[in-house]
């Protein structure tokens, strides 16, 4: 039985139309037209929103500690005063500092290398700042087995046929966050499984990667165990005339519409699922356990590597989490040296 265990998460609520239409309008202008160069150097969508979201929250810090005041005529103690507020007012890691940093570093270097016109003698100041040293604040989970299958069988008793699909797939492919809302129905047919144990999608599928474009790549998930979570999820969709050539479309005041479900619904059902285990999860662990998964049950590091995608094999070394003990288990007993078989795809 699974027991229910919460854990605290630091919300902040810094911004808001109302506050925003008091910040300085040269900083919206100059925000605005920052955002629109990074279109033009082909920036990624997901890029472009994160620095418009970072660069709200420091508008609206201005506003309310700086006096509304310009970006560039921000001095160096005005930039460590705020790194200060965001880590003991705010509550930020420093991974989280670090990464705003870097957004208004690129703002500052936007400015002394677009706008030098307008702005002459200006030098950027933001990376002066030294960082917060990176400390980890989350232990990384590593999921066995049993606990992913608890948590399945738990989303099927409680009906929760959308969750425990989506849980399953991820199991069963590895594949990034943004990436899981962006399978379709179809992929999924029966005439899409190949060596009798792989669903292959049928077209590349575009997954994260420098530019707009990001890399296309072909999608494999191990079918035999995925395929009784995708059939209670398929059914319930039936059932409910749930209507979408996407596997998890968007719901949108209790209905379903055709669009890919939004990256926000993945992040709370991250959240359910951990009050659910008790530990920590979020949707990357999965990667560390289908690659684990396949190494345990003897799949070559090549062959994993060209399940997932990348491009160098050293990555199968990196989100295999097996210890040294382990790994000696396969090849060593009393005998000496064991003679191990090579599993191939069709035995998954």
């Known amino acids: 039985m699974i ?32 955002l629109d160069y990074l279109v033009s150097i082909d920036r990624s969508k997901n890029t472009i929103e994160a620095y418009g979201y970072d660069l709200n929250i420091f508008w609206v810090y201005l506003l309310e500690h700086c006096n509304n005041k310009f970006f560039v005529d921000l001095s160096k103690r005005e930039i460590s005063k705020y790194q200060s507020f965001c880590l003991t007012e705010w509550k930020w890691s420093p991974a989280r500092m670090r990464r705003v940093k870097s957004t208004l570093s690129s703002l500052s270097n936007y400015v002394e290398n677009m706008l030098d016109d307008e702005y002459e003698g200006y030098r950027p100041i933001i990376r002066k700042i030294e960082n917060p040293q990176n400390e980890k604040v989350f232990t990384k989970t590593v999921f066995e087995e049993e606990q992913l299958q608890e948590l399945l069988d738990y ?53 994260k990667g420098r530019g707009s474009r990001g890399k296309a790549l072909t999608v494999y998930t191990l079918a035999k165990p995925f395929k009784p979570y995708l059939d209670l999820w398929m059914n319930y969709r039936k059932e409910h005339n749930i209507e979408s050539e996407w ?39 999965l990667r560390h356990y289908f690659t684990t998964s396949c190494a ?10 060209s399940l997932i995608g990348w491009s160098d094999i050293s990555m199968v070394q990196v989100y295999k989490d097996l210890s040294d003990e382990e790994e000696f288990e396969k090849y060593f007993n009393e005998d000496g040296i064991k003679q191990v078989d090579q599993k191939g795809l069709s035995d998954l």
């Open 3 to 34: 027991k229910i265990a919460g854990r605290k998460i630091q919300h902040n609520d810094i911004t808001s139309p109302e506050k925003l239409k008091l910040v300085n309008p040269e900083n919206i202008e100059l925000g605005k037209d920052f």
């Open 155 to 207: 989303l099927v008793e409680k009906k929760k046929y959308d969750k425990a699909c989506m849980l399953s797939m991820a199991m069963n492919n590895g594949r990034r966050k943004s990436e899981l809302p962006r399978m379709k129905v179809s992929y999924f047919d029966d005439e899409n499984i190949i060596y009798g144990s792989l669903y292959k999608t049928p077209e590349l599928i575009m997954t």
């Open 247 to 285: 596997l998890f479309p968007k719901k949108v005041s209790g209905k379903y519409i055709d669009e890919q479900m939004s990256p926000e619904t993945l992040d709370s059902w991250a959240n359910s699922f951990s009050k659910i285990l008790g530990v920590p999860f979020y949707w990357h662990s």
């Open 296 to 305: 345990k049950q003897n799949l070559p590091d090549n062959v994993i590597q």
